[in-house]
């Protein structure tokens, strides 16, 4: 996957540069440790033009992330999501992912830094999931113990557990990894959180052991405006084996349906769970394809 050409620019601490000319310290605490902070947004092509969904609440997020583990963040969230809508422009991008990452520089001392950079990046991306439905497994791999670590924050070094579940559940043959938390409960997607459907309720795992995902929000909202019972609840592996059908939620994979977890098919046809109807109204959102504020 090419992210950029000789073209491309970026947004980089206050200037659209050449992605190509951009480097990077090689001494850098980011690269070294994972001490850094990211985001994921995704632009859509709507009638009214490039719109980001829920760039305030990303942005936002960023910061916290930030806050959670002593990076300074210095920037005005405001100017930050205008630049991001000139940063897709110049690029002319009309749908997009987009990456702000906010890294320090040399320091290979385990302190804090008192320095922080931002980058934005954006490029064309499908669903990242792909469009079928997925087989996932329930991997050996833990979550980390939110005791030792801010893990509702979106942080770099976390993600070396996304990667090793994610690269052990495509090995296996399967498309993505659903990771316990430290009780034994299912917690959620290598980057994505977790739905089932039982006896025409959804169930989610609560806020706590999980990544607060901005689209998890957003399925919450959209079930309470449909008229549909949800309940945040843990839930273990027999529960999932259990359910009648179950979809992921994530920026970068939007809503996907799963159709097996380890050798347990689901037994309802996709078309006809909760979930299909939630991944048409989310369609249907982040399109502008009807009142947002009829639901959020
Ligand atoms: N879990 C993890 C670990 C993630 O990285 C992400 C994506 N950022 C999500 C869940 C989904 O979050 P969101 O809906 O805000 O994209």
Known sequence: MQ??????????????VKANNAGVDLFGQSLHYGYGAFEGLRAYSTHNGTRIF??????????????????????DNRELI?????????????????????????????????HANIMIAA?????????????????????????????????????????LATSDAIQKGFDEALLTDQDGFVAQASSENLFIEKDFKIYTPPLGNIFPGIT???VIAICKSLGFEIIEKRLSVKDIYEADSAFLSGTAA????????DNVVFPEEWEDSIGSSIQRKYKNLVLEQENYEVII
Request: charged fraction near 20%; charge should be positive.
């Open 254 to 261: 939007g809503i996907i349906g799963i159709k097996q977890v």
């Open 3 to 16: 992210y950029y050409n000789q073209e491309t620019l970026i947004y980089l601490n206050g200037q659209f």
């Open 216 to 218: 998890r929000e957003t």
């Open 123 to 163: 490029w064309e991306w499908g669903p990242y999931l792909g469009q079928n439905l997925i087989k996932v497994n329930i991997s050996k791999i833990e979550r980390p113990n939110p005791k030792s670590f801010p893990t509702s924050a979106k942080v770099s070094g976390q993600y070396i557990n996304s990667i």
């Open 54 to 75: 829920k760039a305030e609440e990303h942005f936002e997020r960023l910061q916290q992330s930030c806050k959670a583990i002593g990076l300074p963040y210095s920037w």
């Open 82 to 114: 205008e630049k991001t809508y000139e940063l897709l422009e110049v690029n002319n991008l009309r749908a997009a992912y987009i990456r702000p990452l906010i890294y320090s520089g040399s320091n290979m001392h385990l302190t804090a830094s008192d």
